[in-house]
């Protein structure tokens, strides 16, 4: 049985909690908020100890694991307080917001486990386009493209006090909204060498600092990539990623279809997904990717999601942040 504390309450938090209760070798047994209130509520609803900070937790807690859904620029010193007490982290995404904090989860991770939230990864149509790709059976893959236009306003930035900043979010549409969709190009694509990026702000000049649309050219691995996100369009639309190979073109749409493009035409296939415990265009991978991290704890073995995997992920975001910060100033 594994004794857990969660860090930061707010709407990411709910999706660990519900996950943590469908997972038989877990107790819930403590959460902590600066908002108490926050960790009040959900402690009366999951039958846990509630504190006003992560340092007050653990001073009186003995946990085993923490999970940490705060905001982006503790991710790394909180992962790096937890970890010189023996604690394994299991941290919401991004991990980091600079290369800074990079070298504090690496000192992290090399005192106890540490898995990085990227729960798409276990999408059941990323799976099947992994198979494809690994089985050469539409020849080479030549390149793919990402699109992501998902719906925020200002209340969203204004109402959290801390996003949409540079200090404390660590950009906008890029680090936020679409992480887990450059991820996934990454990991299936390849490894960037060459990075070509664009970021403004088109409709919420004034109120945000860091950008709410981005583009970019981006070669993986030989392949040519082409990246677009947005949360200026009217809706949260399903995110789609598109592969090109020589012999056929496939199509991720969303969490759980893959259509198959070829000359012959087109096979759609549509995965049952497992339960979506937050908002369905999140994904709905927490609870398998949550689990996956426990697995590997009893297991002894390493989890998918560790630092090491998603690295390549973080060096092309924060090069894209270094070009494409410089048309927002």
Not at 11 to 27: F, T
Not at 217 to 245: C, M, N
């Amino acid at each position: 049985m594994y004794r857990v504390g969660i860090i930061g309450c707010g709407g990411i938090a709910q999706v660990h909690a519900a996950s943590l209760s469908k997972l038989p070798q877990i107790q819930l047994i403590a959460c902590a908020d600066i908002r108490k209130e926050r960790a009040d509520a959900m402690a009366e609803k999951y039958g846990c100890n509630a504190y006003a900070s992560m340092e007050e937790l653990l001073e009186k807690e003995t946990v085993d694991v923490v999970h940490l859904c705060t905001p982006h620029y503790l991710h790394a010193p909180m992962a790096l307080m937890a970890a010189k007490k023996g604690i394994a982290v299991f941290t919401e995404k991004p991990p980091v917001i600079s290369w800074e904090q990079w070298a504090l989860l690496e000192e992290a991770a090399s005192l106890v486990p540490l898995g990085v939230c990227f729960q798409n990864r276990y999408n059941l149509n990323v799976r099947e386009a992994e198979r494809i790709i690994a089985s050469g059976e539409y020849g080479a893959l030549k390149g793919g493209r990402g699109f992501v236009t998902w719906h925020r306003e200002a209340p969203y930035y204004v109402e959290s006090g801390w996003r949409g900043t540079w200090e404390t979010e660590g950009g906008g549409a890029l680090i936020n909204q679409s992480i887990h969709t450059l991820d996934l190009m990454v990991r299936l694509l390849g490894k960037a060498d060459a990075v070509d990026c664009y970021m403004t702000n088109r409709h919420l000049k004034g109120v945000i600092e860091v950008e709410d649309t981005v583009d970019a050219y981006l070669t993986l691995d030989g392949k040519t990539a082409l990246f677009y996100a947005t949360t200026a369009y009217s809706d949260d639309a399903p995110v789609q990623i598109e592969l090109h190979f020589e012999k056929a073109t496939i199509l991720l749409v969303g969490t759980d279809q893959l259509e198959i493009r070829t000359a012959e035409g087109t096979e759609t296939k549509t995965f049952q997904a497992t339960e979506a415990l937050g908002k369905g265009y999140w994904g709905n991978g927490h609870l398998v990717c949550i689990g996956d991290f426990y697995d590997s704890l009893t297991e002894k073995r390493a989890y998918q999601n560790d630092l090491a995997s998603v690295k390549n992920t973080v060096d092309v975001m924060l090069k894209m942040y270094e070009q494409g910060k410089q048309h927002l100033k």
